[in-house]
């Protein structure tokens, strides 16, 4: 019987520690069709424009590898329990994105305005700096609950980063737009980091102050109403929001701002009540910044009517934008199937081919399939993020997660529904596929701060130590 005893101990042991496979072989496995995926494609651009494989295949093929190779590696040591789907699919995204910017430069269109010619070894390099900062989160950031201790320090970083682009002398207004700043040679895109320090400030706040959102004065017509005190920090959030509209002009990270919070206060309260309110307020903020803010207002326009737009621009006579109806163009053109990579004419779209509009060239070279193929991608990224969450065993960790992912999949649906026509443009860029380096670098760490809180909820528990009583234990047979 203490034979049996200790073989049973031994045995419940054994499954703790190999209870949850690390799956890093899969990973692997993955990102080799990650990586190959995108040679091939740069291969066939080559073929089509210039008939020949272009001379830069292996250099690109062999760099992209490395960086991929570097991300795997350091997940397998720092996180080898993290999800093994969110390192691959990043990776085929930025793949591709690389092999359209570099399919734009050989347009001669848009070398002649300067829009073109070395926009891909740039991306490559911003890449090269997202994947280090995505190595430094994993090596660095041990436990995401760190995080949690700089809950309000996040809160006025993010305000910080807002406000920087309206500093005289180091914002620029960009094509209408005061989200960018200079320095030096470059330009950075603040908002892009604000996102994820906001989330941190978000899922920090909300974890303390859930209970006290969650509680319910009435219930006026099925939906239970919020105390009145209750609604100040989604007014604060609201009021904020909309002075971003107003004096940066920016309706992506306004959008993007405050949907983020929403999305996180009703995942801490579970009160539908909250997504009501939001969705109110934010139409409400949208509908008055767009009657009185000149630039908002056009661009509101161009969505309503965008071939009274493109007619007038070609008349030379006003029109406040061109580019929605050729990007419209070009997603009709695609067909099913598209034209084939290095075949469209996206680049008549001019200034924002690679940037936003880059979902058009992709719709017209690999038609409805290759953008619901994309979008799946996307969409899965997204999923791996909630599933995260719900893994997560900690509060923090959940509502930081949700805060991410929602923030990544509000910036997918911003970007791809103003390209598409389905709400008005906002100027953002398209998360790894457009050129852009504060945007790919900014996603390389959201990436691995999933993956360092998918590694914590995934870790199976420590092998319980074996208890010395049970071990002294002897039975005495009659």
Sequence with gaps: MSSSTNTSTHHTSTIGAIGTPSRRNTELALLVFAVVIPVFAYANV????????PPGLLSYGVGLGLLAGVGHLVVRKFAPYADPLLLPLATLLNGLGLVVIWRLDQSKLLQAIG???SAAPKQLLYTALGIALFVAVLVFLKDHRVLQRYTYISMVAALVLLILPLIPGLGANIYGAKIWIHVGSFSIQ??????????VFFAGYLMVKRDALALASRRFMGLYLPRGRDLGPILVVWAISILILVFETDLGTSLLFFGMFVIMLYVATERTSWIVFGLLMSAAGAVGVASIEPHVKSRVQAWLN???????SRQGVGGHSEQLQQALWAFGSGGTLGTGLGQGHSDLIRFAANSD??????GEELGLAG???LLLIYGLI???GVRTALAARDPFGKLL???LSGAFALQVFVVAGGVMGLIPLTGMTMPFLAYGGSSVIANWALIGILLRISDTARRPAPTPAPNPDAEMTQVVRP
Excluded: C, D, W
């Design 190 to 199: 603040p908002g892009e980091f604000a996102k994820i320090v906001l989330a």
């Design 371 to 373: 953008i619901m193929a």
């Design 46 to 53: 080559g073929l089509a424009i210039n008939s020949k494989v």
């Design 306 to 312: 965008p071939m009274h737009e493109y007619l007038l």
């Design 401 to 403: 997660a949700v805060g």
């Design 382 to 384: 997204v999923e791996r």
């Design 357 to 362: 509009f880059i979902l058009a060239t992709f």
């Design 115 to 117: 829009q073109a010619g």
